[in-house]
């Protein structure tokens, strides 16, 4: 019996990442964009991150990689048994590409929008069948951190719910079902936090190495809030906590001014190569 195709759309670092952990699962996978050069990059990320996978024992031992297939064009993702959308977190360009997946798909067929804090029952008004719309939101990378928030919004159907539990069972995560909400919880949690922590640094009370390491060493924090914003990507958490912002009203959440100043000089973390932090080639 064939193994389900997964279609994933957008192949940024979470795009990236996520197929990396279903086609180390043994699935196959087809990842769309709009750039071939974004493609390119991906797909050799995706070989980097299944070697670093193997060697530390993230991926079940003697399973052969699903077939990876990638491709500029939607229409590949038709056939697809579950759609992941990992494209940035903006509203206008989730709400296009979530309504052109939509009219693509068979009925029924589960779409999984990557987010880390938009609401999914707003979302699920640019979609055909709200009840097939689920939220994810993965940790990067993906195929090293076990456990998946799920977000199961106000119309989405218990058949839809079982689908996405059943494939993120099938590729070794831990998911954990949560209501609906703004940030819903890893994120409401986190992003304050590390704008919060960027605060002391521009305030001068300590420096992000000295930030990050009381994190780690007195309250248990695996890297520190500020090494978190490197791995997530300073552009993609300023959007983040914008659209948090803008739903909440909660003044933790505006982005400080040392996270918007990062993200004008382009250092926006591992994937630049300098954040908080500064990173060799080998590492970004």
Partial sequence: MDEPLIAIVGAGVMGTGISTLVV???LPVVLVDIDRGVLDRATT???????HAQ??????????PGRLRTTLHLQDAAEA??????????????????????????PATPLVSNTSG??????????????????????????????VEVIRGPRTTDRTVQQVLSTLTRIGRRPVVVRDAPGFVTSRLL??????????????????EDVDTLMQGCLGHPT????TADLIGIDNLVDALEELHARTGDERCRPSELLLEKVRRGELGRKSGRGFYSYSEAQS
């Fill in 55 to 64: 060697l530390t024992g993230a991926l079940p031992p003697g399973t052969a």
């Fill in 118 to 147: 938009i609401p999914i029952d707003e979302m699920a008004a640019w979609v055909k069948d709200p009840g097939t719309l689920i939220g994810t939101h993965f940790m990067n990378p993906a195929y090293l951190i076990p456990m």
């Fill in 81 to 106: 048994a579950v759609v992941i959308e990992a494209v940035t977190e903006a509203p206008d360009r989730k709400a296009e590409v979530l309504a052109a997946v939509s009219a693509l798909v068979g």
């Fill in 24 to 26: 180390g699962h043994g």
């Fill in 45 to 51: 990320a995706i070989q980097h991150g299944l070697r």
């Fill in 191 to 208: 992003h304050p936090m590390i704008n919060d922590a960027a605060r002391i640094v521009s305030e001068g009370t300590a420096t992000a």
């Fill in 224 to 227: 520190g809030p500020l090494r």
